[in-house]
T-cell receptor, first 113, second 115 residues
Framework: NAGVTQTPKFQVLKTGQSMTLQCAQD?????MSWYRQDPGMGLRLIHY???????DQGEVPNGYNVSRSTTEDFPLRLLSAAPSQTSVYFC????????????FGPGTRLTVT | GNSVTQMEGPVTLSEEAFLTINCTYT??????LFWYVQYPGEGLQLLLK?????DKGSNKGFEATYRKETTSFHLEKGSVQVSDSAVYFC??????????????FGQGTILTVHP
């Protein structure tokens, strides 16, 4: 199993550009989520999904959209990038009915200039 | 709401020293508690967990005990190695309701171990 994969690993955007961060898992996990990691602030939940077709907002959802058309994929869209979105983004997944461990991808480092 | 507070870092130790990283929490309901570790350039990995009061989680020589009376989950290791250098995150999740599946993280503690 590849586990949780994320692409790209690094990305530089100009303010106002849009892009999609990709996340995929091959463990048939129901639950998937996106976090951002900023210095001194730990990880904060952006959006999450409890299954295909179902998504909801986390702690810091503004400026981001998600969709979940399949169990495997959970892309994160930045509609109009802002410097405040410069961060490291992590995707995670877990069994929906067993919430005791989440598996994280390697992360995407995004810089918005 | 739920929150996690970790001791301020960074922490710098010599090899074979004793490690403690403090973690306290507030939660609505009955949380499960976790320590995640992030090695340089990688994503987070689960280090250990405890799902009810007085449980002790352990892995790779690290231990943490779920103390409900002090709302704490301090991470300890008796003898650290250079390979333990990483960022350590304390986290919690509460089953059911609107918090289902959501992890709440502390701010992370950077550990550096010198030979």
């Amino acid at each position: 199993n590849a586990g949780v994969t994320q692409t790209p690993k690094f990305q530089v955007l100009k303010t106002g550009q849009s892009m999609t961060l990709q996340c995929a898992q091959d463990m048939n996990h129901e639950y998937m989520s996106w976090y951002r990691q900023d210095p001194g602030m730990g990880l904060r939940l952006i959006h999450y999904s409890v299954g295909a077709g179902i998504t909801d907002q986390g702690e810091v959802p503004n400026g981001y959209n998600v969709s979940r058309s399949t169990t495997e994929d959970f892309p994160l869209r930045l509609l109009s990038a802002a410097p405040s979105q410069t961060s490291v983004y992590f995707c995670a997944s877990s069994w929906g009915r067993v919430i005791h461990e989440q598996y994280f991808g390697p992360g995407t480092r995004l810089t918005v200039t | 709401g739920n929150s996690v507070t970790q001791m301020e870092g960074p922490v710098t130790l010599s090899e074979e020293a004793f490690l403690t990283i403090n973690c306290t929490y507030t939660a609505t309901g009955y949380p499960s508690l976790f320590w995640y570790v992030q090695y340089p350039g990688e994503g987070l990995q689960l280090l250990l967990k405890a799902t009810k009061a007085d449980d002790k989680g352990s892995n790779k020589g690290f231990e943490a005990t779920y103390r409900k009376e002090t709302t704490s989950f301090h991470l300890e290791k008796g003898s650290v190695q250079v390979s333990d250098s990483a960022v350590y995150f304390c986290a919690l999740t509460v089953a059911g309701g609107t918090s289902y599946g959501k992890l709440t993280f502390g701010q992370g503690t950077i550990l550096t171990v010198h030979p």
